[in-house]
């Protein structure tokens, strides 16, 4: 196109590659996380057994999603498990009244609401988001709790646990979904005005108002992403588990958080991308599964997970000297 | 003469306690670059602002290509091609050069996706017109200072700009860099762009403008042809006398050397500072904003670190000191920003006068709050401070209130040093003559005091001996007769043109 | 003075609105103002408003604690186990020396080497519930003599008709008190939050003011901890989990800003009483246990919102 910008475009591909994993790092920790197990147990690298973690950790992912939006614009969203146990009971409860799919866009769209009801809440009154969302996160568990009692909802009819049953290759549905949200939300927050926005608004706020963002109302538009997202996972849950449980998601707000903090996005607002919530997430997958086939007890777990992330925030601060913290 | 593209007539703003605006006229052609100059305070940034939208006037009207105009915000200035460039840029470190460009205003389709390639060809025929030397794709944070001020400019080709105001642009920049953006000044001016250029720097002043308006107290003193006037003529109409400044100096009795500073040094914002300050002496330490001078005074104070230097506190060699142990040695330091590093805003005025000396005050670790309200009150009625009580946050005081209680929080605990930072910006005419004289009190009650200040006239009315800085160097020392504002302008400018002749 | 009831709500919203909620209880359900019922719910919230006293502290320098859930459940069955092994006294010894520890490490990584207090509490959080179960073997734990412990004298005894766990909260609140409206600590505290550079530039050392917050808030989960322990006379492996968030919605309800430098103790006492009494007046009421938590969610908005919107003096952002 011009010359001026050919020093950009013509930089070689490796140095395009290392200046990518430079901001991605985590997929170097996921490979070496990859390896060590690999190495440790002859049954990790297995395509089944890759199949299983992608699974297991869609769930999470798909969270880490709308969370990530949302922490790009320099908010957080504590009441995402809360969302994800209502719809979940709407899908499952409503669906002897109205039939699956009415139940299942309820439960959706219960969701979307809430989301709303969060960002609105925000935007109006300039409260934090911390503690908009840790109201919610306490008020939607009781809601889930007025509305399926304190029992679990059980599916009647159990032809709706075999939805997510479709399998490419060992890629589960569920998979599936997570990965193609995760890279369509990508694709919204590089090339479309909503999420160019979005790093506008987490960079510079005031930037971002005099260029006329209308700010509240992008707010608004993540958090109502973030919470019809919570609402697929706890959908998706239902149907795997064929049951909503109304303790379902307890402090997975807080697991999405530090699959989204690992990847290296940052709670300050405007840095981020989902290509490091996936590497964060599936890093988090890698480690309970990888530990798990090793057998080590559950509380290695625990332990190598909050130690992994002091050490990912250690790290970031030391790679990046940015301020503001 | 062609005819002006923007017109400010008779505008007037006033904010609580001070008239910031009075009656300013004045006009931009087109393809002209008009500087406006004055000292802090003149008015010059509340200007712009209104210009630019971020404030609205009380009166008076702006007539833009011939048209009354309200400039409703900066996104409306923007469209109506009124550009402002901030010395805090606006910009989106994460988003690339094109979109920061087009920040807000990216060309989409209907559903909001981005027409990438008409951005990226929009934002390179703008690069390319300013001659800038990189493309669109790179990310806004990774590009040097200059560089991101570029992205701004190429805003006003993007946006076919009528006018653009750079306010100080050149403070963050090199040489090379600045050679670059005046090069780049040439070339919007050739294009019919009216630019009005507000700097500190008078040699930036006569090597780009045409025009210059100066403000003083916010009226305008004049608008001369750069090519008909001088330097000497300009600082006279910034300085003016105004009857209202009256300077008290203290007796000139020295007793023995309190500070000494030999060699101190930080890579990038001084260099090889050394001087000493007495008791009974008032050293002045005059520079532009930038020079260095904060700098220099909160690394002696320690709350910054520096590579190299010696001090010697009355004669004897210390180790460069922690905040903590310059105040316990009898070090204050009443800082630049009231705000930001002077106070607590939220507390009261009692628990911010202790708040440096939660030691005097207490016994075994207990506030002693009689000690804490007898000095309150102390100072409240020796500063005359109005203050409803001990506890009303100092954040709903006034400017001169608040720094009495700054100025009160380090005189309770009888320092032997006491440097004040800009002490007087920002605070009403009362309030900077009483903090004038307390200057004065000070030194003959045997202080050593070092006042830092950006205004000539303060700094040579209260000090025995002046310093003047130019880009971390110590340029020259004044003494006597020598104190005269034609000195201290001559030192800086020479020296600036110095450095950018190497 | 501004005496009108518009001012009085703006200023004491919070109180008013709770007292009216008080009434309104009261008239429909006669055991609730009863002295017995009162000292029942202040009972009930004496873990949680104990470690609300540290987390208060905390949250006064603009940081967080999420840590505290996990390191009650850590520390009940640290005191629980110890006192089968080692003996009550020995046992408190060592939950509050661990509580001290914890506080510390966590005061570290926040105070000296500047993480984000969010993540490095919420990494804490993980790590202890693994350390939990890696202690306790995944298994719960009982205490082996129950009937015949002074130890059950924290959860179970009686002082003068009023049970202990609301005395040490009590105690705990005033001597929390104490320290933030007449200590040097206190007057740090404030201050770094209130304004950290202008502290900084008053000599204040704010890593180490900082740091303290932790160890306090430590130490008075170390005291939650043994009041918990006494109660149950045993602990689970998840005894403590969500309690970070009561007790952050408790210290919030009382009108402590997360931006730090404004709350007090008694705003915190206030806060985790009214989620009691809501609890306690809701369950009277005949309401289902989970209502009290859609009624938190509403006292919480509408409490920070007005305060903020007091502030700002406008109600909308």
Same mark, same amino acid.
């Given at each position: 196109m011009s010359h001026a910008s050919s020093p950009m475009r013509t930089g070689s591909a490796l140095h395009i590659a290392l200046s990518w994993l430079l901001r991605n790092h985590i997929w170097v920790f996921?490979?070496?996380?990859?390896?060590?197990? @690999?190495?440790?147990?002859?049954?990790?690298?297995?395509?089944?057994?890759?199949?299983?973690?992608?699974? =297991?950790?869609?769930?999470?992912?798909?969270?880490?999603?709308?969370?990530?939006?949302?922490?790009? $614009?320099?908010?957080?969203?504590? @009441?995402?498990?809360?969302?994800?146990?209502?719809?979940?009971?709407?899908?499952?409860?409503?669906?002897?009244?109205?039939? &699956?799919?009415?139940?299942?866009?309820?439960?959706?769209?219960?969701?979307?609401?809430l989301g709303f009801v969060n960002g609105t809440l925000v935007a109006l009154s300039g409260m934090h988001s911390f503690v908009v969302t840790l109201g919610g996160l306490i008020g939607i568990r009781g809601l889930v709790f007025v509305y399926s009692g304190e029992n679990a909802l059980m599916v009647q009819d159990f032809s709706y646990t075999e939805i997510p049953e479709v399998y490419l290759g060992p890629v589960s549905l569920t998979a599936m979904i997570f990965l193609a949200l995760a890279l369509f939300f990508q694709w919204v927050l590089s090339s479309t005005r909503h999420g160019r926005e979005t790093y506008a608004v987490g960079d510079n706020i005031e930037a971002a108002h005099d260029s006329g963002i209308n700010v509240k109302r992008h707010k608004i538009i993540n958090f109502t992403l973030c919470g019809t997202l919570a609402a697929v996972c706890g959908i998706l849950l239902s149907m795997r588990l064929g049951t909503a449980e109304p303790n379902a998601g307890k402090i997975w707000e807080l697991w999405t958080i530090i699959a989204v903090v690992l990847g290296g996005t940052r709670l300050q607002g405007g840095y981020g991308s989902l290509w490091m919530t996936i590497g964060g997430v599936l890093t988090l997958a890698v480690l309970r599964n990888g530990l798990r086939l090793l057998n080590t007890p559950n509380y290695v777990e625990l332990m190598v997970m909050g130690a992994v992330l002091v050490l990912a925030l250690a790290l970031d601060k030391l790679l990046n000297h940015r301020e503001g913290s | 003469m062609t005819d002006a593209i923007l017109k400010v007539k008779d505008i007037t703003k006033t904010f609580p306690g001070v008239k910031a605006l009075d009656k300013v006229s004045f006009d931009i052609r087109p393809g002209e670059v008009h500087a406006l100059v004055g000292e802090n305070g003149a008015g010059k940034s509340t200007l712009m602002k209104t210009l630019a939208g971020l404030h609205q006037p009380d009166s008076g009207e702006i007539v833009y290509q011939g048209k009354t105009i309200q400039v409703a915000g900066p996104l409306d200035a923007r469209q109506k091609g009124i550009l402002l460039i901030h010395q805090e840029l606006s910009l989106s470190p994460e988003l690339s050069v094109a979109e920061n460009i087009y920040l807000g205003a990216w060309p989409t389709n209907r559903f909001g996706v981005l027409k990438k390639r008409e951005l990226r060809r929009n934002a390179t025929a703008a690069l390319e017109a300013l001659g800038c030397g990189f493309g669109p794709d790179a990310r806004v944070g990774t590009l040097s200072v200059a560089m991101q001020q570029m992205v701004e400019i190429a805003r006003a080709e993007a946006f076919s700009a009528n006018v653009v105001i750079f306010d100080e642009p050149t403070a963050s920049l090199t040489d090379t860099e600045k050679d670059q953006l005046f090069h780049t000044i040439r070339s919007l001016k050739e294009r019919g762009v009216g630019i009005v250029y507000i700097s500190h720097k008078m040699d930036e002043i006569f090597d780009i403008t045409d025009r210059i308006t100066v403000l003083r107290d916010g009226q305008v003193q004049g608008t001369l042809d750069t090519s008909e006037t001088d330097l000497n003529q300009i600082t006279r109409m910034m300085i003016g006398r105004t009857l209202d400044t009256f300077f008290v100096k203290a007796k000139e009795e020295f007793g023995a050397e309190v500070l000494r500073v030999e060699g101190l040094s930080k890579q990038g914002l001084f260099r090889d500072v050394s001087f000493s300050v007495h008791e009974g002496e008032v050293l002045g330490l005059y520079g532009l904003v930038g020079a260095g001078r904060s700098e220099v005074v909160e690394t002696i104070f320690g709350v910054r670190k520096a590579d190299a230097g010696t001090l010697y506190w009355k004669e004897g060699e210390i180790d460069l000191p922690a905040a903590r142990q310059s105040i316990d040695m009898g070090m204050a330091l009443v800082p630049e920003s009231r705000k930001e590093q002077g106070l607590v805003l939220m507390m009261g005025g009692r628990e911010n006068t202790s708040l440096p000396h939660l030691r005097l005050f207490s016994e075994l670790s207990v506030m002693n709050r009689t000690k804490e309200m007898a000095?309150?009150?102390?100072?409240?009625?020796?500063?005359?401070?109005?203050?409803?009580?001990?506890?009303?946050?100092?954040?709903?005081?006034?400017?001169?209130?608040? =720094?009495?209680?700054?100025?009160?929080?380090?005189?309770?605990? $009888?320092?032997?040093?006491?440097?004040? $930072?800009?002490?007087?910006?920002?605070?009403?005419?009362?309030?900077?003559?009483?903090?004038?004289?307390?200057?004065?009190?000070?030194?003959? =009650?045997?202080?050593?005091?070092?006042?830092?200040?950006?205004?000539?006239?303060?700094?040579?009315?209260?000090?025995?001996?002046?310093?003047?800085?130019?880009?971390?160097?110590v340029v020259a020392e004044f003494t006597g007769d020598e104190m005269t504002e034609e000195n201290l302008i001559d030192a800086v400018s020479h020296h600036t043109q110095q450095v950018a002749a190497e | 003075?501004?005496?009108?009831? @518009?001012?009085?709500?703006?200023?004491?919203?919070?109180? &008013?609105?709770?007292?009216?909620?008080?009434?309104? &209880?009261?008239?429909?359900?006669?055991?609730?103002?009863?002295?017995?019922?009162?000292?029942?719910?202040?009972?009930?919230?004496?873990?949680?408003?104990?470690?609300?006293?540290?987390?208060? +502290?905390?949250?006064?320098?603009?940081?967080? $604690?999420?840590?505290?859930?996990?390191?009650?459940?850590?520390?009940?069955?640290?005191?629980?186990?110890?006192?089968?092994?080692?003996?009550?006294?020995?046992?408190?010894?060592?939950?509050l020396g661990a509580g001290l520890a914890i506080g510390a490490f966590n005061g570290i990584l926040v105070g000296f080497i500047g993480l984000n207090a969010l993540i490095v509490t919420l990494a804490m959080l993980s790590f202890l519930q693994g350390l939990v179960l890696f202690y306790s073997g995944g298994s719960n734990v009982n205490i082996a003599n129950a009937q015949d412990t002074w130890f059950a004298v924290f959860g179970r005894g009686d002082f003068l008709g009023i049970p202990v766990p609301v005395i040490l909260f009590l105690l705990g609140a005033l001597v929390a008190g104490l320290v933030l409206q007449f200590t040097t600590l206190g007057r740090r505290i404030y201050g770094v939050g209130g304004n950290e550079t202008a502290s900084i530039f008053s000599g204040i050392d704010a890593r180490w003011t900082v740091f303290w917050t932790y160890v306090i808030s430590? +130490?008075?989960?170390?005291?939650?901890?043994?009041?918990?322990?006494?109660?149950?006379?045993g602990a689970q492996n998840t005894i403590g989990q969500g309690y970070e968030l009561t007790v952050l919605a408790g210290v919030i309800l009382g009108g402590t800003s997360l931006l730090g430098g404004s709350g007090s103790v008694w705003r915190t006492v206030l806060g985790i009483s009214m989620l009691g009494f809501i609890q306690n007046g809701l369950l009277l009421l005949g309401f289902a246990y989970y209502v009290q938590w859609l009624v938190t969610w509403a006292v919480i908005i509408i409490a920070v919102w007005i305060d903020l919107g007091a502030k700002r003096g406008r109600i909308f952002a």
């Open positions: 996921l490979a070496l996380t990859v390896l060590v197990f @690999s190495l440790a147990s002859p049954y990790f690298l297995t395509l089944n057994n890759m199949g299983n973690l992608l699974t =297991q950790g869609a769930f999470i992912g798909i969270l880490a999603i709308g969370m990530t939006l949302v922490m790009i $614009d320099g908010e957080i969203d504590l @009441s995402v498990g809360a969302i994800l146990a209502l719809a979940s009971a709407l899908a499952i409860g409503l669906q002897d009244h109205m039939g &699956v799919w009415p139940a299942v866009i309820l439960g959706l769209l219960s969701g979307a609401a | 000095v309150f009150e102390k100072y409240r009625s020796a500063l005359s401070i109005k203050t409803t009580g001990p506890d009303q946050p100092v954040s709903l005081l006034s400017g001169g209130n608040q =720094q009495k209680f700054v100025l009160a929080k380090w005189l309770c605990a $009888d320092p032997k040093l006491i440097i004040l $930072d800009e002490p007087t910006r920002g605070i009403d005419v009362g309030s900077k003559s009483a903090i004038h004289e307390l200057i004065a009190d000070l030194a003959e =009650q045997g202080l050593a005091v070092i006042v830092i200040s950006s205004e000539m006239p303060e700094v040579l009315g209260v000090s025995h001996r002046v310093l003047a800085m130019s880009e971390g160097d | 003075m501004d005496i009108s009831l @518009s001012g009085l709500l703006r200023r004491h919203g919070l109180i &008013v609105a709770f007292l009216v909620f008080l009434a309104g &209880v009261a008239l429909n359900a006669d055991a609730f103002l009863t002295a017995g019922n009162i000292l029942d719910v202040l009972r009930q919230v004496s873990i949680t408003g104990m470690m609300a006293l540290g987390v208060t +502290f905390v949250v006064l320098t603009g940081r967080l $604690d999420l840590s505290v859930g996990s390191l009650l459940t850590l520390l009940t069955v640290i005191v629980v186990d110890q006192h089968n092994s080692a003996g009550p006294f020995a046992a408190i010894v060592m939950t430590g +130490f008075t989960t170390g005291v939650a901890a043994i009041i918990m322990g006494s109660r149950v006379m």
